[in-house]
């Protein structure tokens, strides 16, 4: 019985490693922001705490939660990608995100993307789109409750 | 018995999925259909079709009896006393709205105490929960116990006379627990409580008896059992539905109509408002015919052997745990494996054609209870086999390597 192209590339070996050692695993303190995010249908949850800079950049995130591979790596991978990063940036990240799992619009920063590209894999896989945005939309909650009035 | 003839009874059984041949394992949430249910519906379809009870032409008049011809066949295949017990719905969820919404807004008062159990369905309990909060009644739950089954000491303490209505699930969707359902209800009914038995995963899997069983309500859905989507019947017992009022308004239902006010037929017109699923009768009709030409205790006897023998090969497979009773069970098994998360699981099981469920199963509380997630299911029906049972293995194996 092969394994099928499509199977291995929604299940590459840098998804499975981060949902088996997610970096960046933990809860911050009450000064943070804490949003909550989960997926009814299927019962996938996560949390993740930001700490935002006077700039409203990130400065440090954590998260922690219990779903399939793909909602724990894909969270992992953004925790690795956006900590550190200004908020511009971060949303930048977001929209392209989006657009790697969806397959829907044109990625701008490829570059900018690095090894998150690798959930590409998931456009093969529609019902697994919200598992790979899960941990996404709760930080995209954290950037709207940080600067609400924000245009970007 | 020919399992293999009468697995040629079912079209959908012969395909292949992502290149490997359809291993259908999702019988708990619904069951195929054989050629002879579909036949049924086309020939309704194609020579019978009008509407029923109100019309004196004869495809009314066949239709109509076609129709009531199911509700007597339902009502012999559950035991009821009377075909006027048997009301026909879109499944078992509404069968439980109804009597939680009409039985209860009639009889149920603030305080009073409905008891149900930790593994119902949520359609077992959240037609409950929205009944305790219209009228302020309290809900109680008896808990299962580590092997799956209910904890029969804690039912005895529960059950006292404040409980007016006992709800429980026959068979469990999640666990595959057979529950004791007629000793729980004698006891229920001596507190004078209400009594319902959600019979999903029962009735075409095991002998389904409501007299014998001795509840108030049975509901059952037809997909489940080989009759097509969108017919139920909920079994009510005929003194206790003419006390009902009724629930739906409209058509079918009524004596008389005045621009003021009306009167109403009695049951089970009372609850069939509006134009029913007449090929959904005729289906289900047919579904009962099937079942009952092979015998449902032979259908029972033969899931118990697919499951036995799954749960053996199952702890070949290291890291596993398997949910629910030893012993006497249903046709199903819920599992974890230690290094895939369920819907992971699922996603490579469905890479190799093999159809299983991962989840919550609709019965969240039951996780949390068991502290998993949610479980793999493997769940079977008469015309799965040993040799599919083997494959699911092979693909469970590989699962393991591919994710550890």
Known sequence: MPISDDLRDLYQQVILDHSKSPRNHGELGSDSLHVHGDNPTCGDEIDVWVQFGLDGAVQDIKFTGQGCAISQASTSMMTVKVKGAARAKVEALLKDFRTVVTGEGTVQDEYALGELVLLEGVQKFPQRVKCAMLGWCALEQALEQAAPSSNA | MDWTRIRADFPILDQQVQGGPLVY????ASSQKPRQVIAALVRYYQQDNANVHRGLHDLSMRATDAFEAGRAKAARFIGAAREEEIIFTRGTTEGINLVAQVWAAQFLKAEDVILLTGMEHHSNLVPWQLAARRCGAVLKHVPVLDDGTLD???????????????????ISNSLGTINPVKELCAKARAVGAMTLVDGAQAAGHVPVDVRDIGCDFYAFSGHKMCAPTGIGVLYGRHGLLETMDPWHGGGEMINSVTLEASTFKPPPARFEAGTPDIAGVIGLAAAIDYLEAIGIAAIQAHGLELTNYAIQRLGEVPGTRILGPQGARASLVAFTLACAHPHDLVEFANS??????????CTQPLMKRFKVPGTSRASFYFYNTQAEVDRMLDILRQAVTFFS
């Open chain 2, 25 to 28: 394992f999702d019988n708990a």
């Open chain 2, 352 to 361: 190799h054609g093999l159809a299983l469920r991962g989840g919550h199963h």
């Open chain 2, 152 to 170: 029969l000491a804690a039912f005895d303490v529960l059950l006292t006379t404040q409980v007016k209505v006992f709800a429980c699930v026959h």
